[in-house]
DNA sequence: AAAATTAGAACAAACGTTTGCGCTAAATAT
DNA sequence: ATATTTAGCGCAAACGTTTGTTCTAATTTT
């Protein structure tokens, strides 16, 4: 077993070859440099023979090139998140180019840290869902040169380019559709408190409501997670006056209203509608299927994507700051009071 | 704005040292070189002024490190992996180790890209749920010298470290429960034919069916996923006799089986039992919540790390393959017939 | 006062590629 | 027969680090 690993220098010395031509032909420039097929089997082949792995870090070193997308998101364990991951990996490996993932589980300095670690491994684009602290980086960033592209999260006062959905209108939309069915007293469970989507989804929330002249229940809650959707209902339960409807800002934290309604022996939509944002396959068969503003994460990741790839070939781009449109999707657990 | 990128010969000149001192107490060597503290704050100032990135490419051109395990799972749109890809980024990272994640999409042609891929980057350890059919590599890398923990699926014939769960002792619980309920009638529908996990798994059911004395209804299907399981229930639900009872090797297949079941109008649990490999936190939540064998996914995940760390620093180690025992999580999907 | 030790740091050779440039021999044009 | 082009390939200098060895001046020991 050779324990010494092969390069390019071994094929060069086994072919009887320059490692300049190695190195051509490996990388597919034969035509280019116009080395003989002669040569080029000669090498391909002993390149085989002898198990030859090309190492990316010297040719990363001198090339400048990585052939890598950096994917930075809040939480890998967040469905929502795991999808967009799944779809950018594959849309990314489909253009020749991998995926590295980092996870910042919501944290600033976690992703400052991938983002530092990212930078080091010489990525070429960087698609993330910012945890919202770290905007100037991400802009001084975007402004050296590196392609940036903003997923779901944003920022609004930058001039870095974003996919991501009409939160806003998303929750105008849910809003509506409970006040149409006759609710008046919504509570609503937010998620991270400075990420855009969320204080545009409160936006919207409060603009239908003040439209239809009424007050918010309460808007309570501090992240995407399903303890706390549990502990905010908990708490919205135990109140003397009980709101008719919930309104939940992203799936997870509809999980734990659910946990705790049951707890609480509260029925769906009987005694409390519940309607949430982002969808997910299992919704349509819960003990009532949930309500939801469903959002197009299939077309925002290749929306981002084809961005990114725009901008590494130096193509001209469009629109740099998108919103797409939510779909309200209708199904059980919002009650017709009227 | 400095359009070269800073190195560690611009905070050597700048500083007034040689690059190899600004090496050394870059990376934490300075006592052991003895290096004064006032070159030391000097140089870390500056490499901050400057807005120093590390290259990786270099450092690990010239050291051979690369501080990154790989983690190369079927599909991260499977919850069951995406959960694990969850937790194992999270234990690396707490090790001071990156990990890049590989999605083979359950095909052996990309599992194999991505493995060359990965070690091209010169990973230091491989963490892989295999499709199965590129075990003689994994074999050979870890020959080579490369620490590789199997995760989930494995290879028995191999001498390949694995952590997974006692697949034959999940699906003989299952069954038994089945059993014990007084169904006869029971059809099993499978994920992935040829890969370890499902393959125990129908040995657990046949078993246990057998010492039943009893004849399996039928075993079909050949996916982990919804599609898969909602064509292989569709298809069960138009036999001339239907089962008393699915055993569902996946949530993803069981979800498939409820939305096929309630086309068809089928009552869970009345008309048809239902039970499933893995747990999910929806299951619960469902119309009728889902008994099922739940996997210890995180103490998997840390078992399979713990190893390949272990590995790692050259230390001893104890058992190499190891079963963890699933728990059978008792819900409202199985019916008592007796 | 000479010898030995120690503190503090620098030299320079790798690591495995990529790539601009240059070279030779053969083929073709003049 | 000479000049020009072309086919086919190699030289050697990077790329930005790490690291074994060496060096000098200062300090301590004898």
Known sequence: MARHKVSIVDIAKKAGVSITTVSRVLNGKAEQYRISKKSQNKIRETARKLNYIPNQFAA??????????????????????????????????????ITIIGDSDEDRQIENEELLQMRSRNIEGLLIAPTGQNGSILKQLNDQGLPVVCIDRYFEELDIPYVSTDNYQGAVMA??????????????????????????????????????????????????????????????????????AIFALSTTIALGCIKAMREENVAIPDDISLITFDDHPFL???????????????????????????????????????????????????????
């Open 60 to 97: 990363g070193l001198k090339s400048g090139k990585s052939n890598t997308i950096a994917l930075i998101i809040p939480s890998l364990s967040n469905p929502f998140f795991a999808e967009i991951a799944s779809e950018i990996n594959a849309e990314v490996r489909n253009r020749g180019y």
């Open 175 to 244: 809003t509506q559709h409970l006040l149409e069915y006759g609710h008046k007293r919504i509570a609503c469970i937010q998620g991270k408190q400075d990420s855009v989507p969320n204080k545009r989804r409160i936006e919207g929330f409060k603009d239908a409501m003040k439209e239809a002249g009424i007050e918010p229940f309460s808007i309570t809650g501090n992240d995407f997670s399903e303890q706390n959707g549990y502990k905010e209902t908990k708490l919205i339960l135990h109140k003397r006056q009980r709101p008719t």
């Open 284 to 338: 349509d068969y819960l003990a009532t299927p949930l309500t939801c503003i469903s959002q197009p994460t299939r077309d925002i990741c290749r929306m981002a994507i084809k961005h990114l790839f725009f901008k590494l070939e130096n193509k001209e781009i469009g629109e740099k700051q998108v919103l797409l449109k939510p779909e309200l999707k209708y199904r059980k657990s919002v009650r017709n009071l009227l």
